[in-house]
């Protein structure tokens, strides 16, 4: 497409986090026109109402899905809950480009997919043709596919940590550890008491421990840059008292003599030329307060004191790198846009 030209955009799910901050990011992206929004429980409301801060943009009102034309448009974002994607995107026109923020598409393997979310996949057919999101590994696929599925946010920031140095033999794969952090915002815009003020504030919990549907997400995409050697990932999140932010430490056994300067020389060397991830000089660590509302990863290693072992860690916002944010960058590449269109807003700090 050219540079005067715009897409005419959907957003599915518009009243949640991720599908606001899809609204603010695509409200000054030259190239994007959003015509349709939906949000069945706040069907006929214009946006504002739901989220005033989006109070001074011309949108459409939020419509019902059922209701949505998707005539016309170009892409669509689907920000629903997991589990209700599938037959939605099955049945929209067959040109229509769709970004799914769901995990309805990420898992490869419909037995895994079934055994991890309780429900047997709907829509195999697109299972099949789903490209797995994460822009930095994953670009050619991405830049050719009609539908792909953006990771999670866990599986985000782990993976652009780990991914470069696992592919190059540098730590025993079978041998992963990640314990993480997230900001209330990933655990979705409902009222349950587990997200109240009282209970989140002033604390920090885990969640999922040892069950947590993104691990198995972790452990396919890892197993992918191991090349058939073993993966086991142990995999651990927690709910920390602030709105966004992400952070992983993956601890990782070291493999053939490997250093910690080896694994950092090799991330730096990966993601020299990638617009939005930073390796960070030895002696420096990733904190969410340099990333907050940004499309940027920040990866710092470190050797650990136990020998043989070193620790990667990463930070992204949640909301952005995590989710919106990667799923504008994908539908850049994936209409023929520069990939950073939309999307270099720094940090906001403090």
């Not at 015509?35 to 706040?42: D, G, I, S, W």
């Not at 459409?60 to 448009?73: I, M, N, R, Y």
Request: glycine share 10%; aromatic share 6%.
């Amino acid at each position: 497409m050219t540079a005067q030209s715009k897409l005419k955009i959907g957003v599915l799910g518009a009243s949640g986090y991720t599908g606001a901050d899809l609204v603010r990011l695509l409200a000054t992206h030259p190239n994007a026109e959003i015509r349709v929004l939906t949000a069945n429980q706040h069907a006929g409301k214009p946006m504002r109402e739901v989220y005033p801060h989006l109070g001074a943009l011309d949108l459409p009102d939020l419509v019902k899905w059922e209701d949505a034309d998707w005539s016309g448009l170009d892409v669509a974002f689907c920000g629903l809950p997991h589990g209700t994607t599938q037959e939605i995107v099955a049945a929209m026109p067959d040109g229509l480009k769709v970004v799914d923020l769901s995990a309805d598409f990420r898992l490869r393997d419909p037995e895994v997919y079934a055994e991890w979310y309780g429900h047997p996949h709907q829509a195999l057919q697109l299972q099949e043709e789903a490209v797995y999101g994460l822009t930095e590994l994953n670009r050619p696929a991405v830049q050719a596919a009609r539908l792909v599925a953006c990771p999670g946010c866990y599986p985000t920031a782990a993976l652009l940590a780990l991914v470069p140095v696992v592919g190059a033999g540098l730590v025993e794969s079978e041998d992963v550890v990640i314990d993480a952090k997230s900001g209330v915002t990933g655990a979705g815009r409902k009222v349950t008491q587990q997200l109240l003020f009282a209970e989140v504030g002033e604390g920090i919990h885990p969640y999922g421990v040892a069950k947590h549907r993104h691990a198995p997400e972790m452990e396919q995409e890892i197993g992918l840059a191991a090349g058939g050697r073993p993966v086991r990932v142990s995999f651990t999140p927690h709910l920390m008292p602030m709105n966004r932010g992400e952070l992983v430490t993956c601890y990782l056994r070291l493999a053939g003599g490997a250093t910690a300067d080896d694994l950092r020389a090799t991330l730096a060397e990966r993601y020299a030329d990638e617009p939005f991830v930073r390796v960070l000089p030895a002696g420096e660590s990733p904190a969410t307060r340099n990333v907050r509302g940004s499309n940027y990863a920040v990866v710092g290693v470190f050797e650990d004191r136990i020998p043989g072992r070193a620790i990667v860690i990463c930070a992204i916002d949640n909301l952005v790198k995590g989710s919106s944010g990667q799923a504008i960058q994908n539908m850049n590449l994936m209409t023929g846009l520069a990939e950073t269109t939309g999307l270099e807003q720094q940090p906001l700090f403090p």
